[in-house]
């Protein structure tokens, strides 16, 4: 059964670096999300992706963020300088149409020091 | 900004006993999902429900979609072990967004 994969499945840095997470979207599928959860919070829409650019995004998706769709398969989310509060999980999502059903990664476990 | 609450935050029950999580909101979402998420992994889809008043049943699990599409609720009948676990609701907005509730975590004993 085709699935979302993310990579890696954990990272550490340190404050001030720059991150990028990335993503393998189902082949067919046209939309892409991130969400983020902090440990022992509620999961958070950051930001929403279809035909190579970006359709909604949160508060939270200030200019430190940024998604890419470099080719074909990838979908990379990209945290300029981080800080010790986008320590958290990070999860990519797609869906094949705006009815369909989203299909979540498993994540990538993000913490800043 | 759209909020969904969800009650109860915990749950501890035993093995046999119903239960119902409830997921309410005072915004209108044009479906809502059900998810359940384990410890270090995604949130896996249980069940999408569209219609306002409509009814999902999933084996033991029966999912309900408030007549005003603003409210839901989760029941489980003869709870077991292995539903033991981390239960969200989440709102699609016309957005095209995912808001999610805070979850539910159920412990079923044996």
């Known amino acids: 059964e085709p699935e979302v994969t993310q990579t890696p499945s954990h990272q550490v840095t340190q404050m001030g670096q720059e991150v990028i997470l990335r993503c393998v979207p189902i082949s067919n599928h046209l939309y892409f999300y991130w969400y983020r959860q902090i440990l022992g919070q509620k999961v958070e829409f950051l930001v929403s992706?279809?035909?190579?650019?970006?359709?909604?995004k949160s508060e939270i998706f200030d200019d430190q963020f940024s998604v890419e769709r470099p080719d074909g398969s990838n979908f990379t989310l990209k945290i300029r300088s981080t800080k010790l509060e986008d320590s958290a999980m990070y999860f990519c999502?797609?869906?094949?149409?705006?009815?369909?059903?989203?299909?979540f990664g498993p994540g990538t476990r993000l913490l800043v020091l | 900004t759209q909020l969904l609450e969800q009650s109860p935050q915990f749950l501890s029950i035993q093995e046999g006993e119903n239960l119902t999580v409830y997921c309410n909101s005072s915004s209108v979402f044009s479906s809502l999902q059900w998810y359940r998420q384990e410890p270090g992994e995604g949130p896996v889809l249980l069940v999408t429900?569209?219609?306002?008043?409509e009814v999902k049943k999933l084996k033991r699990l029966t999912f309900q979609f408030g007549d005003a599409r603003k409210d839901s609720s989760l029941h489980i009948t003869a709870a077991q072990p292995g539903d033991t676990g981390l239960y969200l609701c989440?709102?699609?907005?016309?957005?095209?967004?995912?808001?999610f509730g805070g979850g539910t975590r159920l412990m079923v004993k044996p």
């Open positions: 429900v569209v219609t306002g008043g």
């Open positions: 989440a709102g699609l907005s016309a957005g095209n967004m995912l808001t």
């Open positions: 992706f279809y035909n190579n650019e970006i359709s909604e």
């Open positions: 999502a797609s869906r094949r149409g705006l009815l369909e059903t989203q299909y």
